[in-house]
């Protein structure tokens, strides 16, 4: 007996509620788990320090909204499209667009992957940089 599975493609719609996407019908993606896909991929990416908090998300942190993962990340959801804005930190060192391209890349293939959403653009804004200590105390010591 040859057990054979059909893969039915999935719909795309877009819900009213504008922090949430439905797919099909019976399953609904909210922007935080968007959030928490894009901020997990980039923060994988060789030459990323770290993601950084704005204002708005400080705020909200302080006030109790506890988004560890999804820190640094901004979605807007337009339909059944997402735009992904990164607030990232980098590296001493390393190549700065080589490093944001990476992440683009990395972050789209993630969320289109694992949610089936288009990604209409992923910008990435470098808020900082850091230095490994050990670096600058050599240098200075010579």
Do not use: C, W
């Not at 019976?26 to 997990?40: H, K, P, R, Y």
């Not at 990323?48 to 988004?67: A, C, E, P, R, Y």
């Not at 990435?124 to 105390?137: E, R, W, Y």
């Amino acid at each position: 007996m040859e057990n054979k599975k059909e893969l039915k493609e999935e719909v795309v719609e877009a819900r009213e509620d504008a922090t949430n996407v439905e797919i099909a019908s019976n399953l609904t993606i909210s922007e935080d788990v968007i959030g928490i896909i894009a901020g997990l991929a980039a923060a994988e990416v060789e030459g990323v320090s770290g993601m950084t908090l704005g204002f708005v998300d400080g705020i909200n942190q302080i006030l109790g909204s506890n988004k560890k993962y999804a820190k640094g990340v901004k979605v807007e959801l337009d339909g059944n499209e997402v735009v992904i804005n990164l607030y990232v930190i980098v590296k001493y060192g390393v190549k700065i667009p080589e490093v944001a391209f990476s992440i683009q890349t990395s972050v789209k293939n993630s969320v289109e992957g694992m949610t089936g959403l288009k990604v209409k653009s992923v910008n990435i804004n470098v808020h900082g940089v850091t230095f490994d200590n050990d670096k600058v105390k050599n240098k200075d010591e010579e």
